[in-house]
């Protein structure tokens, strides 16, 4: 095994294990808290895999805003700090999603090993797949125009949760007519 | 590196996540699991482009493309939640019960009393 493979290895079960504990703990800022060293550790797979630019974009944008998102989220809905019981469903709700994530697992590991037993994936040269050259040329040549459809959904985004988070947008007065007469 | 270690990843990360969007109750902590489910899927994009050798570098933009997507995803999403909090003073999914037939007749009419309240 070579250095590559044991250090993602180690990020693989280090991503994996703190994303169960951020789906069992039972202290809500904890579980934002490991979701960034999930997040952390997936963009260390990225490195690992050459994909460099998406490893620094994974570490700005999900450890840096997502997450920050998270934790506002957490403050504003006066979660609970320290360990609450009302974080679970019910005992029995929880075994079926236990079952239903264990056999979705199941399906997808044993149809995976079946397709790609023996794969290599080649990283023995020296180019590095994702440099931030080669992504930017990627996306500015042959991916522009999604990218721009990309930043028209953004601006739709911001709109929508500047109009959702806002207490002094009512319903125009055409709004309530319409739904008086719907009435 | 053999092309199952990071697919494998992947996917136990997108079944964790599965069981974090059936087993919990609080609205963020299910969005919390909803992205982990997509780095999986992130995951998997990134490693099937580098695997591939793909000239145009799909994988990878579409990557990118789609952690953009989970950020305005999270922003709206915590916008609705925010706002149900504000309403109902609770963020516990199971007691979002509006959808649902009515089980109490007294219920039904509190409904119409307050339908008619608004109409008046």
New interface residues.
């Given amino acids: 095994m070579?250095v590559?493979?044991v250090l993602?290895?180690l990020l693989?079960v280090v991503?994996?294990g703190s994303?169960?504990l951020?789906?069992t703990t039972r202290h809500?800022v904890h579980?934002?808290l490991w979701?960034v060293v999930?997040?952390g550790s997936?963009a260390g797979?990225?490195l690992?895999?050459?994909?460099e630019?998406?490893a620094w974009?994974?570490v700005l944008?999900?450890v840096g805003?997502?997450v920050v998102?998270?934790l506002?989220?957490?403050m504003?809905?006066?979660?609970p700090i320290g360990a609450s019981n009302?974080?679970?469903?019910s005992r029995g709700?929880?075994l079926?999603?236990?079952i239903?994530?264990?056999g979705?697992?199941a399906v997808?590991?044993t149809s995976?090993?079946d397709a790609?037993?023996?794969?290599?994936?080649?990283?023995s040269d020296d180019r590095v797949?994702?440099s931030s050259r080669?992504?930017g040329q990627?996306?500015f040549r042959?991916?522009v125009l999604?990218?721009e459809v990309?930043s028209l959904?953004?601006l739709a985004?911001?709109v929508?949760?500047i109009v959702?988070?806002r207490r002094d947008i009512s319903a125009g007065p055409e709004l309530t007519r319409s739904q008086?007469t719907g009435? | 590196m053999p092309l199952l270690m990071p697919v494998l990843l992947a996917s136990l990360l997108f079944s964790i996540g599965i069981y974090g969007v059936l087993a919990r109750r609080n609205a963020i902590l299910v969005l919390m699991s909803v992205e982990l489910m997509l780095n999986g899927v992130n995951l998997n994009f990134v490693a099937f482009d580098v695997y591939l050798r793909d000239k145009l570098l799909s994988g990878q933009v579409f990557t990118l493309f789609l952690i953009t997507v989970a950020a305005a995803e999270i922003g709206l999403g915590l916008a609705i939640v925010l706002l149900v909090f504000r309403n109902r003073e609770s963020s516990q999914l199971d007691e979002l019960r509006d959808l649902r037939e009515e089980d109490d007749p007294p219920a039904r009419d509190q409904v119409a009393d307050d339908e008619q309240a608004v109409a008046s």
């Fill in positions: 070579s590559v493979e993602f290895g693989g991503a994996l994303a169960l951020v789906v809500l579980a934002a979701l999930t997040l997936i797979c990225y690992l895999l050459s994909a630019f998406v974009v994974q944008i999900y805003a997502v998102l998270l506002f989220g957490l504003l809905t006066r979660a009302e974080l679970d469903s709700q929880r079926a999603a236990a239903t994530a264990a979705t697992a997808l590991v995976l090993v790609f037993h023996g794969e290599h994936i080649d990283l797949a994702g080669t992504v990627a996306v042959g991916w999604p990218f990309l959904l953004l985004a911001l929508g949760a959702l988070s008086e009435r």
